[in-house]
């Protein structure tokens, strides 16, 4: 009836196996389905989780560290790892909803993520998968788009050796470390309780080229 105007109808299949009618009205046949297309991008389907595309990625991320946590897959200092990280990146993408993440938002907050804080990109990046992965099971999501995300490339920084006047002071101030007073201040040193071996280390290193680890 065309007094009455125009009503547009689709036939939607949800996650959860049911066709459902959407359906919407206008005043003329553009109106209507104009109107019928912008319901279904906004549509919020019915699932058995309790995520949709419409929650937070921070939902999912911490949905994930809970799960991981209750069934003991994470220990303890690698959950800490991995919260210290999803807090570093949360900021950037952390109040965006499922449907808005895509593979181009993640690597450019990876990418802003690395001038302030590299260390935190890798872990950011595993924690922000394994949420959309969370997010996917739970019927959110069809796919995850942090699959299609490679790492920021690594700024590689200068190598500049010690002088030979560096060398001296930090030899220098290795000695009088291992007192237990500083002789200047007549106060104990701040820090770690001083160790005969500091020395002996110090020199190991820079005659080596020894790094910490080996």
Same mark, same amino acid.
């Given at each position: ?46 699932? +058995? ?71 935190? @990109?890798? +872990? ?20 995850? /788009?942090?699959?299609?995300?490679? !790492? ?37 040193? /701040? ?9 002996? @280390?110090?020199?190991? !290193? ?9």
């Amino acid at each position: 009836d065309r007094a009455r105007g125009f009503t547009a109808v689709a036939r939607v299949r949800d996650p959860d196996g049911k066709t459902r009618r959407v359906k919407r009205s206008g005043k003329s046949q553009a109106e209507a389905t104009r109107r019928l297309r912008e319901a279904l991008v906004d549509r919020v389907p019915p699932t +058995n989780g309790t995520l949709s595309v419409n929650s937070r990625l921070s939902e999912a991320v911490e949905g994930w560290l809970e799960e991981a946590t209750d069934r003991g897959r994470l220990r303890d200092g690698t959950l800490r790892v991995y919260r210290q990280a999803w807090k570093a990146v949360a900021p950037l993408v952390g109040e965006l909803r499922l449907g808005e993440v895509t593979a181009g938002v993640l690597t450019r907050a990876l990418a802003a993520l690395a001038e302030t804080t590299p260390g935190q @990109v890798k +872990n950011a990046l595993v924690v922000t998968r394994h949420g959309l992965s969370h997010a996917v099971r739970a019927g959110a999501l069809v796919g995850n /788009p942090a699959r299609e995300v490679e !790492l920021p490339p690594r700024q590689r920084r200068e190598v500049r050796a010690l002088t030979v006047e560096e060398e001296d002071r930090l030899r220098r101030l290795a000695r009088e470390h291992r007192q237990l007073i500083d002789e200047a201040t007549g106060q104990p040193w /701040p820090g770690p309780r001083p160790t005969m071996l500091l020395p002996d @280390v110090i020199d190991l !290193l820079l005659g080596t080229g020894l790094r910490i680890g080996e």
